[in-house]
């Protein structure tokens, strides 16, 4: 008998007999696979620390300049800056003039498309991933988004890809 979750199959069940004996025709067992060398089996499973510097380094840098322009897709990240009450410098990337495509963006946004963001060095591009980004970096107290893992977040990411999917529109695109 063969146990699958609750349910119970008789290995002589004539098609899951014959299934069976075919892999093992087909798929001779690689004896290889259980021949694991001493050396290997001898060697001590490792942790490192993870160094406290490199948490103590990480974002966010609190040095926000935020990169858009006058449309839909420009705003959305604008409206979190402005509810999370952000202190940000603000540049206007004119797509009427195709800046976005200036070799000086595209290191900050390789789509060149605006908007993007910059954290110190770091750059973050989509605004789905800028909001996020601010998200989880600036609202430590949840003032206007959710635990990670809770129902509430799910449903939040829900409506962040389903826009991010098509329903924020821009001539542009
Ligand atoms: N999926 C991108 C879309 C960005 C996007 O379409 N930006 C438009 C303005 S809303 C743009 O930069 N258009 C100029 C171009 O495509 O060159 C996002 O959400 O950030």
């Given at each position: 008998m063969l146990m699958l979750g609750r349910r119970c199959l008789s290995l002589n069940h004539p098609g899951l007999a014959w299934s069976v004996e075919r892999q093992a025709i087909r798929r001779p067992v690689n004896r290889n696979l259980f021949n694991v060398q001493p050396s290997i089996q001898r060697r001590p499973l490792r942790l490192e620390p993870i160094k406290a510097v490199k948490m103590a380094s990480g974002?966010?840098?609190?040095?926000l300049t935020y990169y858009t322009f006058y449309t839909p897709n420009g705003l959305k990240p604008a409206i979190v800056l402005e509810e999370l009450g952000l202190d940000y410098k603000c540049e206007l990337v004119d797509i009427t003039k195709n800046v976005q495509k200036e070799d000086w963006y595209l290191k900050i946004n390789p789509n060149g498309r605006i908007p993007a963001l910059k954290d110190g060095d770091l750059r973050v591009f989509e605004s789905g991933a800028i909001m996020l980004y601010l998200t989880d970096k600036y609202d430590p107290d949840k003032k206007i988004s959710y635990p990670y893992g809770t129902p509430d977040y799910y449903e939040m990411m829900s409506w962040l890809m389903f826009q991010m999917g098509g329903a924020a529109c821009c001539p542009q695109n």
């Open positions: 974002p966010p840098y609190h040095a």
